[in-house]
C-alpha cells in the first residue's frame, strides 16, 4: 500500500512500472482525483491512449466487463479501464472477477490495466479478497485526510503551485477559513492565482478578502462580532444568515467551536501565560485580539456555562428536546457578546 502523495511524486518521477491493477481510494477526494489525473498521464506517456469508464452499481453487468477484457485489442493497443466503484463492494461476482484478473499472467507491461476507484474502504473491506490479491500483484493506494495542523503547509505548497506565495499566517486564515478540506482549499488557491499577479505574496488580509462566498464571509464576522463583543452587529448577522437560509447546525458548528476554545484558553491561563496558551492552541496573532477581548468579559466558569447551551441548542436541531433552536442560538450569541 502507498499513500497518495508518495504516489504521485512515484508518477511524475516515472518510477513505476506499470501494474496491471490498481485500487485508489480513500476519504480525501482532491487526493483521489490528483492520483488519477498523475496515473492517467503517466499511462498515456507509455503509450495507453484509449481509456472506458464505467460506473459500478448493483446491477453492474461484471460478465459483460469480462468478455471485453477477454477480446482484446486488434491492434493490440493499450488502454485503461477505469471502475468507479464508490461503496467499495463489488459483490461476489465482481470479486471473483476482480481476483481472477489480478492473477493473470499479464504482459509488461500489460495491455490492459484496470484502474478501480473507492471512496472510504474499512477495516473489513480492506481485509477482503479483492483487495488483498490487488496489493500482492497490483498497487493500491490510499487518499489519507491532511491533518488540520498540517494543512497550512500544504496551502502554501499549493500556492507555489500557481505562481503564489503564502505567509505561515496567512496559510493558517486559509485553512480555518476552508474548515479543513482539502478540495475546498484547492478551488481557492484555483481563483487566487485568477485575482492576483504572478509572484504575488498573499496576506492575511487578501485570504479574509476573497476566500469563500459572502454567507460563509458572513458567517465568519458573526465569530469575530461576538468575539469582540459587537451584541447588535452580531445579532444582525445572525438574522442575515438565518434569511439566506443557511443551516443552524453550520452556524452552532462556529459557535461552540470558538466557545471551546475559549473555556481550553481559560483553563492553560491557570498553569501558563496567555501568549503560551495561544502557541499551544495554535492561534495565530490575526484572531489573538479577538479571543483577548472575550476573556476579559466572561470567566471559566462562564464559557463552560455557554457550552451547555451550545448543548442545548443541538438538542432542538436534532429533535431530542422542545424548543426554537434559533432563539437559542440568538441566546447564545448576547451571551457570547455580553
Same mark, same amino acid.
Given at each position: ?5 508518495? =504516489? ?5 518521477a516515472?518510477q513505476?512500472? /506499470? ?9 480525501? @477526494? ?8 498523475? =496515473? ?11 481509456r472506458d ?6 446491477? =453492474?453487468?461484471?460478465?459483460?466487463l469480462? /468478455?471485453? +477484457?477477454?477480446?482484446?485489442s486488434l $491492434? ?9 466503484? *464508490?461503496?467499495?463492494?463489488?459483490g ?10 489480478a ?19 474499512d477495516?473489513?473491506q ?10 500482492? +500483484?497490483?498497487?493500491v ?10 494543512? *497550512?503547509?500544504?496551502?502554501?505548497q ?9 505567509d505561515?499566517?496567512?496559510a ?7 474548515? &479543513? ?6 478551488q ?7 485575482? $492576483? ?6 496576506q ?9 462566498? #459572502?454567507?460563509?464571509?458572513q458567517? $465568519?464576522?458573526?465569530? +469575530?462580532a ?12 445572525l438574522?442575515r444568515?438565518?434569511?439566506e437560509?443557511?443551516?443552524? @447546525?453550520?452556524i ?23 501568549a #503560551?496558551?495561544?502557541? #499551544?492552541?495554535f ?12 476573556? %476579559? %468579559? ?5 464559557w ?5 447551551l451550545?448543548? #442545548?441548542?443541538? $438538542? ?6 422542545? &424548543? ?15
Open positions: 500500500m502507498i499513500v497518495a502523495p508518495a =504516489f504521485i511524486k512515484q508518477l511524475q516515472a513505476l512500472t /506499470m501494474p496491471p491493477i490498481v485500487l485508489i481510494y480513500g476519504e480525501e @477526494p482532491l487526493l483521489i482525483r490528483q492520483s488519477l489525473d498523475a =496515473f492517467r498521464a503517466f499511462a498515456k506517456n507509455q503509450d495507453y491512449l484509449q469508464t464505467y460506473e459500478v452499481d448493483a446491477k =453492474f453487468d461484471w460478465q459483460s469480462e /468478455m471485453d +477484457t477477454q477480446a482484446g $491492434f493490440a493497443e493499450r488502454r485503461l479501464i477505469e471502475l468507479s466503484m *464508490p461503496s467499495g463492494a463489488p461476489k461476482v465482481g470479486g471473483d472477477f476482480i481476483q481472477k484478473w492473477q493473470l499472467r499479464h504482459d509488461s507491461p500489460p495491455e490492459i490495466v484496470l484502474v478501480i476507484l473507492c471512496e472510504k474502504l477495516g473489513k480492506t481485509k477482503s479478497k479483492w483487495v488483498q490479491v490487488i496489493e500482492q +500483484t497490483g498497487l493506494v490510499q487518499s489519507r485526510p491532511i491533518e488540520l495542523k498540517a494543512l *497550512p503547509a500544504w496551502c502554501q499549493r500556492a507555489l503551485s500557481v505562481g503564489l506565495s503564502l505561515l499566517e496567512a493558517n486564515v486559509l485553512a480555518e477559513r476552508v474548515e &479543513g478540506n482539502l478540495l475546498a482549499a484547492d481557492e488557491m484555483e481563483k487566487l492565482s485568477l485575482l $492576483f499577479a504572478q509572484g504575488t505574496q498573499l492575511v488580509q487578501d485570504i479574509l478578502n476573497n476566500v469563500a462566498d #459572502q454567507a460563509h464571509y458567517l $465568519f464576522a458573526l465569530s +469575530t461576538a468575539l469582540t463583543g459587537q451584541t447588535a452587529y452580531a445579532l444582525q448577522i438574522n444568515l438565518k434569511q437560509g443557511l443551516e443552524a @447546525p453550520i452552532l458548528w462556529l459557535l461552540a467551536k470558538e466557545v471551546r476554545t475559549l473555556v481550553q484558553l481559560c483553563e492553560l491561563q491557570q498553569k501558563v501565560s496567555l #503560551q496558551a495561544y502557541k #499551544q492552541l492561534i495565530w496573532n490575526s484572531k489573538q485580539a479577538e479571543y483577548s477581548q472575550a476573556l %476579559r %468579559r466572561q470567566s471559566l466558569q462562564g463552560q456555562e455557554l457550552l451547555r451550545c448543548t #442545548q441548542a443541538d $438538542f432542538e436541531i436534532k429533535g431530542i428536546r422542545k &424548543g426554537d433552536a434559533w432563539l437559542s442560538l440568538n441566546d447564545l450569541v448576547v451571551k457570547m457578546a455580553q
